[in-house]
């Protein structure tokens, strides 16, 4: 009989530990940089200025981040943009979303947006959209380095014999395993707007 309780209390706490771990990860479907750009309305490397919080009607707590941008990648943005997400502190409330980039003050970025940008945006992907950056070890390299955080990624496989697609897990695309150059993700953003703008017709 004993045993049996233990048994059945051991069961219930691993049972809560399976649910808490899975419970602050968000399923996201993996983006690489391809769809990051073409599912973006506009790319800004730009500084983290300014960060407020507010309430919503129901308690929780959004961040109204504002970046200055210092570089146009895609689209046609003005010297800053407005990012709005759910989650930050407000007082003494705080709500918390897994897979939100987290962004700090003075934080220097390449940013993936999407919305309007003369309005709020939203970081694309969520923290897939987010390059935190920084010097290397020599000072003067810049790398943009991926910051992934409690995300699940899935990707969707072809249909089955009942014609019904499906997700599967998968891992990171390419892009978020390393940190890169800035130069050279800033030139394969590039290459990549361009091929997605119309080709001139000749007169």
Request: proline share 4%; hydrophobic share 45%; charged share 20%.
């Given at each position: 009989?004993?045993?049996?309780?233990?048994?059945?209390?051991?069961?219930?706490?691993l049972g809560l530990l399976t649910f808490s771990s899975t419970a602050?990860?968000?399923?996201?479907?993996?983006?690489d940089l391809q769809e990051l750009v073409v599912n973006s309305d506009a790319v800004v490397i730009g500084q983290v200025t300014r960060i407020e919080t507010e309430l919503d009607e129901r308690g929780r707590v959004h961040?109204?981040?504002?970046?200055?941008?210092?570089?146009?990648?895609?689209?046609?943005?003005g010297q800053?943009?407005?990012?709005?997400?759910?989650?930050?502190?407000?007082?003494?409330?705080?709500?918390r979303v897994a897979g939100m980039p987290r962004l700090?003050?003075?934080?220097?970025?390449?940013?993936?947006?999407?919305?309007?940008v003369h309005q709020a945006v939203a970081v694309t992907g969520m923290a897939q959209g987010f390059f935190r950056l920084a010097l290397g070890p020599d000072n003067r390299t810049e790398f943009a380095i991926?910051?992934?955080?409690?995300?699940?990624?899935?990707?969707?496989?072809?249909?089955?014999?009942?014609?019904?697609s499906r997700l599967q897990q998968v891992a990171p695309a390419e892009l978020h395993r390393q940190a890169h150059t800035l130069d050279n993700l800033r030139a394969r953003v590039l290459d990549l707007v361009q091929s997605q703008q119309p080709a001139r017709e000749l007169p």
């Open positions: 009989m004993l045993r049996s309780v233990l048994a059945m209390i051991l069961a219930t706490c602050w990860a968000t399923t996201l479907e993996r983006l961040s109204i981040i504002e970046v200055r941008v210092d570089e146009s990648l895609k689209g046609a943005p800053t943009v407005t990012i709005r997400q759910l989650g930050g502190v407000h007082g003494d409330i705080g709500t700090n003050v003075d934080d220097q970025a390449m940013l993936f947006l999407s919305g309007d991926p910051q992934l955080h409690n995300i699940n990624l899935v990707e969707r496989v072809s249909p089955d014999e009942l014609n019904a």
